[in-house]
């Protein structure tokens, strides 16, 4: 990677984990600019100053999230999240944020990360518990 150093004027990507590319990105003054990753820490400009995105940070994410639910006021709230990185990221935002703003989250279902239509039935069973939890008549 080194020897195209000189002739690079920007990078585009990676699309998930992408800290060590902004690293090196930032020690060649070369611009990043990620089209999917989300990592809160890349947006301190003292360690990541060439690092741009075009997706907010998790952080962002989260407190939109939340925005919605206080709107529509869902104080109660089923969790349903896939395995890939970023989304860990958002969850673990998201379950923060819903402490501070005394929102229940009820249960907590994991996704593979490339569910297919074979989880139809486990979507479903999802659907189901997530309704009963959210509303029934003594969560109402």
């Excluded at 639910?69 to 089923?78: A, M, R």
């Excluded at 229940?104 to 999802?126: C, F, G, V």
Aim: charged share 20%.
């Amino acid at each position: 990677m080194t020897e195209i150093k000189d002739q690079v004027l920007a990078f585009i990507g990676p699309d998930e984990s992408c800290a060590s590319e902004a690293l090196v990105a930032a020690a060649w003054n070369i611009p990043l600019i990620s089209y999917k990753c989300i990592d809160q820490k890349l947006s301190n400009k003292t360690i990541y100053p060439t690092f741009a995105r075009t997706l907010p940070p998790s952080s962002k994410i989260s407190k939109s999230i939340i925005s919605l639910l206080k709107y529509f006021n869902w104080n109660t709230i089923v969790l349903i999240v896939s395995g890939n990185p970023t989304n860990k990221q958002v969850q673990e935002s998201l379950i923060k944020l819903a402490n501070e703003h005394h929102i229940q989250i009820n249960l907590k279902y994991h996704l593979p990360d490339h569910y297919l239509s074979r989880y139809q039935q486990i979507l479903e069973k999802i659907i189901d518990d997530s309704n009963e939890r959210t509303r029934s008549k003594k969560n109402q």
